[in-house]
Structure formats: C-alpha cells, structure tokens
C-alpha cells in the first residue's frame, strides 16, 4: 500500500529540503507519511539509558517523552510494512528500494519536492481487504499493517481457526 519514494544525491545538495516541503503539501492533502533517513551518524548518545539498553542486549528499545522513538535492529524490508500511504527515504543510493529521485544542488528543491508530490499521488495505493467475508477501509495503521504485511508475503488468503 506505502508507496516508496528515495530522493538521493550528495551531501548538501538539498534532499532534505526537498523532503520537508513534499511532507508538507502531502501532509495538507490528507496522506500519512513516513521519512527514512540515512546517516552515517548514531542517534543514540553513549551514556545516556536508551544508549545503555541497547549495548545491554535489548532488542527493542522505546524512548517515550511528548514523542516517542524506537531503537530497532531492523532490515530494510521493514519498510514495506510501514502502515503509511507515502514512505520517503533520504539517501541509500546504491539500494533499489522505491522510485529514485535525483537532486544535484540546492536549486532544485523546489522542482524535486513537486515531482515527489506528483510521484506520491500516481502511486497506487489502493487497499483491498476482506474480513470476515466483508470488505474493510483501510483507515487506521493496523489495518494497513495488516494489509501490507499480507501483501509482502504474497499472502491472497488467510483462515484463523481456534
């Protein structure tokens, strides 16, 4: 169902501009949105608890305040799981992971970040599930998880027995 846009090119040439005014426009149209960054930077300070949990051994670990973040040792696959209409990953350009979108210098953002709206509302995301021999909206991030965890796994049928 997400659809998965990359927008790549070297260091200070805009891409993150570029991302931050797609998620706007596409935030105002009523899409939900997931960004995937690349870095070669760690986000977890050494010392700090979170940083703690994890050299511990923690395969998970949640940082909850107003938002809430979560340390995952994850596979890229994980992204076609993600319970959002529209996944935008900065970077990762020697990996073929959605559409590529290339953005040679600072110039370009507003043209890049246009042309990641356009691609983002021709993708298809289109839901069909049915439960329980009823057809159901896919409008809420459950659902959508399921559904796209279904779909990764080329899974067309499924029956829970108790």
């Not at 931050?20 to 760690?42: D, N, W």
């Not at 994890?54 to 596979?75: H, L, P, Q, T």
């Not at 529209?86 to 600072?106: A, M, Q, R, S, T």
């Not at 896919?138 to 899974?155: G, Q, W």
Request: proline residues 2%; contains cysteine; negative net charge.
């Amino acid at each position: 169902m997400g659809c998965i846009i990359q927008v790549v090119g070297k260091k200070d040439t805009g891409k993150t501009s570029a991302i931050e005014r797609a998620v706007k426009i596409l935030k105002e149209k009523g899409y939900s949105v997931a960004v995937v960054k690349h870095s070669h930077h760690e986000i977890d300070i050494q010392g700090k608890d979170t940083y703690r949990f994890w050299e511990a051994g923690s395969d998970i670990v949640i940082f909850n305040d107003s938002k809430c973040v979560m340390f995952y040792r994850c596979n890229l696959n994980l992204l076609y799981l993600l319970p959002v209409d529209i996944i935008l990953v900065e970077g990762y350009k020697d990996l073929e992971l959605g559409k590529k979108i290339e953005i040679h210098n600072p110039t370009e953002v507003d043209e890049i970040s246009r042309k990641i709206v356009s691609e983002a509302e021709n993708c298809n995301k289109e839901c069909n599930l049915i439960i329980n021999g009823k057809k159901v909206e896919c409008d809420d991030p459950l659902t959508v998880l399921l559904y796209n965890l279904l779909n990764y796994l080329k899974i067309r049928e499924l029956k829970i027995e108790s």
